[in-house]
């Protein structure tokens, strides 16, 4: 696929290209890719769409086979298909996973973090405690010091994020055990939102599903996957929660009774074209995000005032914009023409996260404006 060809959103209701309205801003923010997704999704999807009848809809046995075959193939972990649940949305199956806590325990949420998990406690009317991540040579650093250090008696659940956004940290074998020993040693159940585990960029990283470990991480881990950053395909709304624990995986399931709705039917056919066809298309996209990745950072460490890290794993880069000399960065940029996320959100003022998914043409025109807006301050 030609990942260089622009393919105008106008007209779509795009989260990203939208919210800026009539603007001239370069969206750079949500984490969606401005790529078409694999035709051979685009092909099902039609197909399916020319009959009429769009009723109530089973995952097929072709689906199950499908998301297995890929986890098995991609990260060696051989899930059993009574582990895996289908489920519409990634922030979904966490927002559950907090609502199997009990009364007077606590969530443990890493920070900073994907704005949404800093409201999970909250919505399931549990009490969160933050686990502050420091930086170390350039890498946001999730380890068992840094849980044992700030994790308290009453935790229960940790939420990770691995790959981890913000910053991109591929978490090692070694990081990982030290994680899930230190669950292990006080019982705390791990939630392991691994949606951009497909999106490994290092040449030499591999992301390791969690509950992959032994059995002991698989007996206390709830996985959350996702077909929708990999291949582009957010809007289609299906995602999995993999739970080998038995017990666990029937509290989870009664936890969704009546307010978690089925995934809708053009979700599985797209994850089911996705996975069995997109391997080539993941392939070439990857490699066109490593380029685009090694151009922004190149060019955002150049830039007064941005400390950026090289992110391992997914499309966003995280960067520090205090010393930028601006009050609110975000809003700074925004006025100048580029659109990112605000760290405030992450429960970082003053950094900032850049998606670089848009074509090399677009990122170059966001970088030389941030550049001109810089000169300016
Ligand atoms: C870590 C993480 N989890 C979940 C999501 C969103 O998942 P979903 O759209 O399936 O709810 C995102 C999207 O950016 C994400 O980065």
Not at 114 to 119: K, N, Q, R, T, W
Not at 148 to 177: D, F, H, R
Not at 264 to 286: Q, R, S, T, V
Request: glycine share 6%.
């Amino acid at each position: 696929m030609n990942f260089d060809m622009p393919i105008d959103r106008t007209g779509t209701s795009s989260l990203k290209w939208d919210w800026f309205k009539d603007k001239d801003v370069l969206p750079l923010w949500v984490a969606d890719m401005d790529f078409a997704a694999p035709e051979a999704v685009t092909t099902a999807l039609t197909r399916r769409a020319g009959h009429p009848v769009y009723g109530y809809t089973l995952p097929s046995d072709a689906l199950y086979e499908a998301v297995l075959g890929h986890i098995e193939r991609h990260f060696g972990w051989k899930v059993e298909r009574e582990w895996l649940l289908f489920i519409p949305g990634v922030v979904t199956g966490f927002n559950i996973a907090a609502r199997l806590v009990g009364e007077k325990e606590t969530i443990a949420v890493p920070t900073p973090a994907y704005p949404p998990f800093l409201s999970a406690a909250k919505n399931a009317r549990r009490e969160m405690v933050k686990v502050s991540l420091p930086i170390e040579d350039g890498r946001l650093v999730i380890n068992r010091k840094v849980l044992e250090a700030q994790v308290t008696a009453e935790t229960k659940l940790l939420m990770l994020c691995s790959p981890y956004n913000p910053g991109g940290t591929i978490l090692t074998n070694e990081e990982l055990s030290g994680i899930v020993d230190f669950c292990e040693e006080r019982d705390i159940l791990i939630c392991s939102d691994e949606i951009h585990a497909d999106l490994v960029l290092d040449e030499k990283g591999t992301h390791i599903p969690t509950a992959s470990l032994s059995e002991a991480a698989a007996a206390r881990t709830i996985t959350l996957m996702a077909p929708s950053k990999t291949f582009n395909i957010p809007g289609l709304g299906c995602s999995m929660a993999i739970i080998p624990d038995e017990k666990i995986r029937t509290r989870y399931k009664a936890a969704m009774e009546g307010i978690v709705p089925h995934v809708n039917l053009m979700g599985y056919e797209g994850a089911m074209a996705a996975y069995i066809h997109g391997g080539p298309w993941l392939k070439e996209a990857l490699a066109y995000l490593r380029e685009n990745r090694d151009y922004a950072f190149q060019r955002l460490s150049a830039m007064k005032g941005l400390k950026p890290l090289l992110p391992e794993a997914t499309y966003l880069i995280w960067m520090d914009a205090r010393d930028l000399g601006v009050q609110k960065p975000a809003a700074f940029f925004e006025e100048n023409g580029v659109g990112l996320s605000d760290g405030a959100y992450f429960d970082a003022p003053g950094w900032l996260r850049l998606n670089f998914a848009c074509t090399r043409a677009i990122l170059k025109e966001a970088l030389d404006r941030m550049e001109k807006a810089i000169e300016k301050i």
